[in-house]
């Protein structure tokens, strides 16, 4: 049987220890986790996780009841601990346990009395309900989760966007001022400017025709150098070295968002802001404690001196949030004076077996 979590264990409080014994005997035959506590521990119990809460009468002291209320207090809207409590007389509330039922910090308790003694059968029920109210309990809690992650994906998407649409504004901006300095003529700045924007172009739709397949790191790559600097410049300034292979969707949109976010970055301040700055790649496997991954380096030349940033911008977080939520994958960022350094490392499950010339 597997282990149960911590808050899946039943905490049993019982003065005797015939009952302690009793109470235990009878939550593993329930195949639940019993935990004993010991007077002045259940503070701590709580806070580490708890199922329900099993009681006898004489336990209920000033020093386990304000705890427990304090507890209790602090608990979020989907939280309401399950308390049995085993009493002589069970029609009778006993004055210690009134604090439990009533007032504003007994909302997040839900106490019910059985009297003692109790035949087995009739225990064992009344566990079972309360460890199905907790249960139900969490799982609205982790419908919650999912629900405020979701939110969370949906907010950072947003961001996404909106960053993505200004640095492609930038892209633009930059790209007409280059292709008009180097242009002979009005015409000419046209049809080059209209050669780079349809290059930026066909990245996105590199993107979103191999949904299926994904696509090569070395498309990713060229595609979004290429929409910044043009076919020509592109082959002198970007060079790269590794065993071209292709990534499956997941990988490949990460690192195409990757190499979007470096390449700008480049672009308004790194190697490629200047006329003699270049970018070297370099990927290949390689082995560490957590099993062979695909190391990948991106290193900037020649560009002006790099200065550090105070505080880590936008972009670098969004690197950091896509290679680890979408591959689990890591990025070291070095503002080294001669040039940036961005050293990603992938776990191999983002290599697609097909190979970069089966695509379409």
Known sequence: MPAKLPDERVLVLAALPADAAALRELIEAEGETPAPLADGKLSDA???????????EETLTANIVAPLLEWAQAQPEWSVLPVLILVRHPNRLPKTVVPLVQGER?????????????????????????????????????QIRELQQREEEVLLLGREVQHRARNSITKVLSIMRQTW???????????????????MARGLTLMSESNALGASIVDLLVTEVRAVLGEEAESKRLFYEGRDMMLN?????ALHLVFHELTTNALKYGAFSNSSGCVNVQWAFEADDDGEMLRLSWREENGPPVVPPEKKGFGSRLIDITLLQEVEGACDIDYAKTGLVCTMRLPTGVISP???GDQQ
């Open 354 to 356: 097909t190979s970069p």
């Open 106 to 142: 007994s909302k997040r308790i839900q106490v019910t009395l059985l009297g003692r003694p109790s035949a087995p059968d009739v225990l064992r029920n009344a566990l079972r309900g309360l460890m199905e109210t907790r249960r139900w309990q969490y799982r609205i809690r982790d």
């Open 181 to 199: 300095r180097s242009s002979a003529s009005p015409e000419a700045f046209i049809q080059s400017l209209e050669r780079r924007i349809a290059s």
């Open 46 to 56: 709580l806070d580490e996780g708890a199922g329900c809460l099993i009681m006898t």
């Open 249 to 253: 969707e997941k990988g490949a949109l």
